[in-house]
């Protein structure tokens, strides 16, 4: 019972903080407006503003997960992800397009990352929506943390094609570790051959192209 009053009261202090900035950014979108959620970010992740825009999604998951000595609870990574959605607003309106590019993709990494952890759990009234952060990210460059968590989603939610598309450009990448990311796609094509063939149609991957992409794989491995 403690811990539901506990959780109540913090969901209705993230709903009204971010009501507030919300209203901030609507009424006066200016460098005190980017101030006021700035000091909201570093609050919950005792960082200075300069550093809020210079970490990849993988940095700030280790932040607020301690290392992984700690499960990030929900609703706070939610309300983060919704207050790096409100800075990317506000940097958008000040003519920012770096800072723009990174607090998005600081939003999305949470979302895509909390939507794994948290399978099915239904998300507060303030979660940024991940469709539109993927749009609005749709033609730039992502870190490899987050092309990996991408990868996984896309399975998780059933879009297949998508899941292909990003386990192929992640193999492009000279950074990766092609011997591990080979294995996982290897898996990733066994997992979806146990799918009926109505579920890999519905994900844009029909078992013809399916097993396309795992010969593919074995043909990488193998070389």
Request: include cysteine; charged fraction near 25%; glycine fraction near 4%.
């Amino acid at each position: 019972m403690l811990h539901k009053d506990y959780l109540m009261r913090l969901l209705l202090e993230y709903t009204q903080t971010l009501r507030y900035l919300y209203g901030l950014l609507k009424n006066d979108p200016d460098e005190k407006t980017l101030a006021a959620i700035n000091e909201k970010l570093e609050e919950e992740l005792n960082l200075s503003k300069d550093l809020l825009t210079r970490m990849a999604g993988g940095a700030l998951i280790d932040i607020l997960t301690m290392g992984n000595s700690v499960k990030l609870e929900l609703h706070r990574g939610v309300y983060v992800a919704a207050l790096f959605y409100a800075a990317a607003q506000a940097h958008q309106q000040l003519s920012h397009s770096q800072e723009v590019y990174a607090c998005k993709v600081n939003a999305l990494h949470l979302m895509v990352y909390l939507a794994l952890e948290y399978p099915d759990v239904p998300l507060p009234e303030y979660a940024p929506n991940t469709a539109d952060l993927l749009v609005a990210l749709e033609d730039s460059s992502l870190p490899l943390s987050t092309m990996q968590l991408l990868f996984r989603y896309y399975e998780h939610i059933g879009v297949y094609a998508r899941a292909e598309d990003m386990l192929f450009d992640l193999l492009d990448e000279e950074m990766i570790d092609h011997a591990a990311m080979l294995s996982a796609g290897i898996a990733f094509y066994k997992r979806l051959n146990e799918l009926p063939d109505e579920a890999l149609i519905a994900g844009n991957l029909p078992r013809e192209e399916l097993v396309e992409g795992l010969a593919s794989l074995y043909e990488m491995r193998d070389e």
